[in-house]
């Protein structure tokens, strides 16, 4: 079943706004991954983290990765058009090899 | 490096018809997987590899099949197709290791009628 939650499911934002995401789960947690979706397209990797504690970013985008190690956050800065998409987290449980997947939020963006 | 290549892009099934799904990547990966994605649900694993010769069964494998006769290819067949099984198909690959940053095929978007 699903092992992480991912919030909030959807967000609409005016350009030029910042943006957070996050995901928790009860299990503790060896990775935490970042995808992108565009529509019509396979995620693609944003920011990988391996450390509790670790903050990570890439461009206006920043995610770290909790003390607790169950959860992590992404956020989004000075948000513009192309940042529109579908934001995954994904991570490793520890004692597993298996990714898991976070549900998504769906970013719109009004220009 | 093309990287990781689906085809087809789209197809349409009728009930009880079989296919393949084809997923290639040039990277020499040792890891691949398949997932599918449905509305609400994110992306669950329906079979994985861990080299050549080796496969096995991830959170959704019932109705599926797969191989993994070399590095670069890992189909995923789909015995008698069922309107359950319309989904949004991604196949992925990553290298051994500890990093798990996977990588994304474009997808195949699959009808079952």
């Known amino acids: 079943g699903q092992q992480l939650n991912q919030s909030p499911q959807s967000m609409f934002i005016q350009e030029g706004e910042d943006v957070s995401m996050n995901c928790t789960s009860s299990s503790i947690f060896n990775t935490w991954l970042w995808y992108k979706q565009d529509p019509g397209e396979g995620p693609v990797l944003l920011i990988a983290l391996y450390k509790a504690g670790e903050l990570t970013s890439n461009g206006r985008l920043t995610a770290q990765f909790g003390i607790t190690r169950k959860d992590s956050f992404l956020n989004i800065s000075a948000s513009i058009p192309s940042d529109v998409g579908i934001y995954f987290c994904a991570g490793t449980i520890q004692g597993a090899q298996k990714l898991v997947f976070g549900q998504g939020t769906r970013l719109t963006i009004n220009p | 490096n093309a990287g990781v290549t689906q085809t087809p892009k789209f197809q349409v099934l009728k009930t009880g018809q079989s296919m393949t799904l084809q997923c290639a990547q040039d990277m020499n990966h040792e890891y691949m997987s398949w997932y599918r994605q449905d509305p609400g649900m994110g992306l669950r694993l329906i079979h994985y590899?861990?080299?050549?010769?080796?496969?096995d069964q991830g959170e959704v494998p019932n109705g599926y099949n797969v191989s993994r006769s070399t590095t670069e290819d890992f189909p995923l067949r789909l015995l008698s197709a069922a309107p359950s099984q319309t989904s949004v198909y991604f196949c992925a690959s990553r290298r051994p290791g500890q990093t798990y940053e996977q990588y994304f095929g474009p997808g195949t978007r699959l009808t079952v009628t």
């Open positions: 590899s861990v080299g050549a010769g080796i496969t």
